[in-house]
């Protein structure tokens, strides 16, 4: 079992940066992957960015390539989301989860944060 706590999130105006983080616990060691993910109402959840934890891979998807940055604390397992220029289409509840090595998918989530950017 893996625990994730997320913090940071809240309102910003478009143009500004906010920055998000999760903590990992218990079985860490199983980690493979760790990314954020975000969802609106109506839509499906969407991946963010990613590591590959072991290697330090990093996958950007393209509408945050160059805005966002993805950070990582390997000794205390903890990830980091820095969010730039950010714009009201980024509004979403961000969640972080983790895929562990022999998962087939992202199993195990955090709570979710909002953020939320005005125009």
């Known amino acids: 079992q893996v625990q994730l706590v997320e913090s940071g999130g809240g309102l910003v105006q478009a143009g500004g940066s906010l920055r998000l983080s999760c903590a990992a616990s218990?079985?860490?060691?199983?980690?493979?992957?760790m990314g954020w993910f975000r969802q609106t109402p109506g839509k499906e959840r969407e991946l963010v960015a990613r590591?590959?934890?072991?290697?330090?891979?990093?996958l950007y998807v393209p509408s945050v390539q160059g805005r966002f940055t993805l950070s990582r604390d390997i000794a205390k397992n903890t990830m980091h989301l820095q969010m730039n220029s950010l714009k009201p289409e980024d509004t979403a509840v961000y969640s972080c989860?983790?895929?562990?090595?022999?998962?087939?998918?992202?199993?195990?989530w955090g709570q979710g944060t909002q953020v939320t950017v005005s125009s």
């Open positions: 989860a983790v895929r562990v090595f022999g998962g087939s998918d992202y199993a195990y």
């Open positions: 218990g079985r860490t060691s199983s980690i493979y992957r």
């Open positions: 590591f590959i934890w072991r290697s330090g891979d990093i």
